[in-house]
């Protein structure tokens, strides 16, 4: 906490405080997340601002100088010690917030806005209380009371725009339903949320909301998780299919086994991601940081050294005074604390309602830099359905039916894309699936084991590579420019070649040709022979290849790319891709569907869809350009504004301390809305 910004302690960083808070509450409670404590904070400025402005009146009508403006008089004995009265309660009451303020910032080392305007208006304070007791000049009473109330209210606004941002993740919270239907002993009962458990049996009715992860038993119906995943079209659900908490039912009804419940929902991962990815400091946020505090700085020396010329001049008191509590006000670093922390918030909400999730901040502000993005095929570029093409015996002693069931039965107990090709033709040809023993899988090459007695090897032409045994001769009848071969060794003789095929997704052209346009080069990796690497990396018109790579292989790959020079993206599926994930500068996921956990990924792409990896570089650069446009506006507001503040242009201009507060509040909300008008496209 030591080193964070000054107006995380101040309580004004609401998108990341009250994210906090959200989480601690969440944690018992899923459903309610709401924002009691960021509210009860901006409400109590309101109410503030209204009280002071209504006791600013009766100061207006007392003070002399605005007497004399507006050519009126209302003098009577003892008025001085009324005004001095009701400005002492302006101080204390209005001003409170920033005199607590300062104690913090001080106390952590980190002087900012909350120093800034303590300094001035208890400056203005007791110099004026002075005036009343009998030091010679003129009071500042109406200044501080006009200050104190544009301050309340500025304050007021800014919390109220960084509260519509973090919002948007209470949005997400929102998606969950308070009351769940849930089947026990053949009846329906309603039970709150909280209470649902995992391996519960639920019913979703038509257009309601899906109230955890989990798996349909019956039914079928199109759900819309837009919210959730980006995907802006319903999908056709049936029995055996996932849902995801927070998606909304169409027109069928649902019942489901929960398999995600509370903090094990996808929703949930997705909440606390944001949260953390919100809470995480980037380097330009550190920047935003370090600017606001030598501002403060200079703003403090300034106003001294405003103060000391303009009384070395030979002008009263009161002016010098005014000057240095004016240079105060009018630099305070508002603008600069809301400048990247807002459009934080924004970014990360608004990336995970698009299915963008962001783990690692800097890694994604980095994602503008990129010259290399290097895909792993499989699943990311192509469908991964591997469908079986052809299953040619390579001796006589084995049918072709024969190699598809020794093949399933030591299939059946792997998850590869090439495992449920392989089960999905069994099934297809109704074939009896046998048993197998002793399963083993050999990352990267296949898997093997022990069916009717029998030594079972399924594999790609890698595990030739391995065991340094020679391949056998592939038949030409095989296009190995579009199949994947695999192949069926029983008892270490190669007995058949079973060829699958996966086709390109739709988006992965276009995502290709988006990237060329971005000046970024594209490179496809594979496990696959050097032939289906050079079709599928000719056919998307991509700048190269790596084929026959192993899964340990791909981090030196990655590693090799660097050397050169390159900021590479490794693209990958999460699984088997985890340490070229790591070692890239930006590791993406892609296709993780609702395991969000692809622990070594920076970034999560919750659809399997090429084009998002576009989407979320053109969104990284977008956010970039809205913190650098803030900081540069913060920064170039006080450049202009200090000056005039110290009065350069005496005596043709000058601004006062109200002004001067009136001008810092309205560059905040400039920045306010600037952040808030970030999109993804």
Sequence with gaps: MENQHPHQHTGHDHAAMQMHEHSRQKQEDVHGGHNEHAGHHTEDFLKRFWLCLIITVPILLLSHMIQQWLGFRLAFSGDEYILLALSSFIYVYGGWPFLVGIVRELKSRNPGMMTLVAVAITTAYVYSVAVVFGLKGMDFFWELATLIDIMLLGHWLEMKSQMAASRALESLVALLPAVVHVEQNGEIKDVPLQELQNNDIIVVKPGEKVPADGLIQEGSSYVNESMLTGESVPVRKEKGAKVIGGAI??????????????????????????????????????????????????????????????????????????????????????????????????????????????????????????????????????????????????????????????????????????AHGVMRKLKEKNLELWRSTDFNYIQGVGVTGIVNGKHVVAAGPNYFKQENI??????????????????????????????????IRETAPQAIADLKAMNIKSFLLTGDNEKVAAAVAKKLNMDGYLANVLPHEKQSKVKEFQDKGEIVAMTGDGVNDAPALAQADVGIAIGSGTDVAAETADIILVNSDPKDVVKMISFGRATYRKMIQNLLWAVGYNVVAIPLAAGVLYPTFMLSPAMGAILMSASTIVVAINAKLLKVK
């Design 249 to 418: 039912n169409g027109d069928g009804v649902l019942k489901v086994e929960v398999t995600g419940a509370g903090n094990d929902s996808y929703l949930n991962k997705v909440i606390n991601m944001v949260q953390s990815a919100q809470g995480a400091k980037s380097k330009t946020q550190n920047l935003a940081g370090k600017v606001a505090m030598w501002l403060t700085i200079v703003s403090i020396s300034v106003g001294v050294l405003t103060f000391v010329t303009w009384l070395g001049r030979g002008h009263e008191l009161s002016f010098a005074l005014e000057r240095m509590v004016t240079v105060m006000v009018t630099s305070c670093p508002h603008a600069l604390g809301v400048a990247i922390p807002l459009v934080v918030a924004i970014s990360t909400t608004l990336s995970a309602m698009h299915g963008l999730l962001i783990r690692n901040r800097t890694a994604f502000e980095n994602a503008r830099k990129l010259t290399t993005i290097i895909f792993d095929k499989t699943g990311t570029l192509t469908k991964g359905s591997h469908e079986v093409q052809k299953v040619i015996p390579l001796n006589g002693q084995f049918t072709a039916d024969d190699i598809l069931r020794y093949a399933a039965a030591i299939q059946q107990n792997s998850e590869h894309h090439i």
């Design 470 to 503: 020679e391949m056998p001769a592939i038949p030409a009848e095989i296009d190995q420019s579009v199949d994947t071969v695999n192949f069926v060794l029983i008892e270490k003789e190669p007995a058949g070649i079973i060829t699958l095929a996966d086709s």
